[in-house]
């Protein structure tokens, strides 16, 4: 550990902030997270002893050494109690908070880029950059959120899709899971966009399925309806194939019961 931090610790020892051990880790570990040089943040200069943050990303980020992270309301309270304290500001934003350690300059003088805490390097912590690349990837995981709930199927669309799977399955056993919920949608555009029944698509399916080429061709909804005009003109052929050899699933019939020999009903 350099002479810097020594002095640090020491000051810090002789402070309020040493009477909670957690609230001693939490103020050393904002101080090797803060920014160490001037950076620009959403059109603002952010100095050398401020991080932009926000809170539910701050425990992983000043989790250090610790098995698990605190958790958002202590970090609250902690950083609550070092600006009762004095050695830190925070200011709130709507889409950000800015934390300033006071009398930044003063605890760094003694201190290089390079100096380390615990085998840490400090130019290994989050600062501004890394704040911008947590947005951006939250901005990802949304998009991938609403995408997905843009998906419009019904129930039917679904069963569909799993019996779809299934007799997939038959012919290509090693066949992955898809995600079903695509699958039914593209079930759902052949309805809405293509003008056609789930009769109609089981049929051309169910004579795909059984023919010794296409079974093997036609292993998701997508490919079913890009060839489904074609899959429908080669089964309408007598020569082909599969036609000949499929035949729709008819519905099952009733039993009938015969009656007893005596019975004079």
């Avoid at 843009?150 to 056993?173: H, N, Y």
């Avoid at 699958?183 to 309805?191: F, H, K, P």
């Avoid at 074609?230 to 036609?243: F, N, T, V």
Wanted: glycine share 4%.
């Amino acid at each position: 550990m350099r002479t810097g931090y020594i002095r640090l610790y020491r000051e810090v020892l002789d402070s309020d902030v040493m009477s909670d051990e957690g609230l001693f880790h939490t103020y050393v570990m904002l101080m090797l997270s803060v920014n160490w040089k001037s950076a620009k943040f959403k059109g603002r200069i952010i100095q050398p002893g401020q991080m932009v943050f926000a809170w539910r990303e701050l425990p992983e980020r000043l989790r250090g050494p610790m098995a698990k992270p605190q958790s958002v309301t202590t970090l609250r309270k902690r950083i609550d109690s070092l600006a009762a304290f004095g050695v830190v500001s925070v200011e709130s934003t709507p889409r950000y908070t800015l934390l300033t350690i006071l009398d930044w300059e003063n605890q760094q003088s003694s201190v290089s880029n390079s100096d380390t805490v615990t085998g840490v390097s400090v130019s290994n912590f989050d600062t501004v950059a890394d704040t911008i690349a947590n947005t951006d990837r939250r901005r990802v995981k949304k998009g991938k959120k609403t995408s997905e709930s843009k998906l419009r199927f019904d129930d039917s669309d679904l069963d569909f899709a799993r019996w779809m799977l299934t007799k997939i399955k038959d012919v290509a056993p090693r066949t992955k899971e898809p995600n079903l919920n695509n699958w039914a949608d593209t079930i759902r555009l052949m309805r809405e966009q293509d003008s056609l029944t789930l009769d109609e698509i089981r049929e051309v399916f169910g004579w795909a399925n059984a023919d010794r080429f296409w079974s093997a061709n036609i292993l998701c909804p997508a490919k079913l309806r890009n060839k489904f005009a074609e899959l429908d003109a080669q089964m309408r052929r007598p020569s082909r194939s599969g036609a000949a050899q499929y035949k729709p699933p008819t519905p099952p019939q009733p039993i009938k019961r015969r009656r007893p020999p005596n019975d004079q009903s």
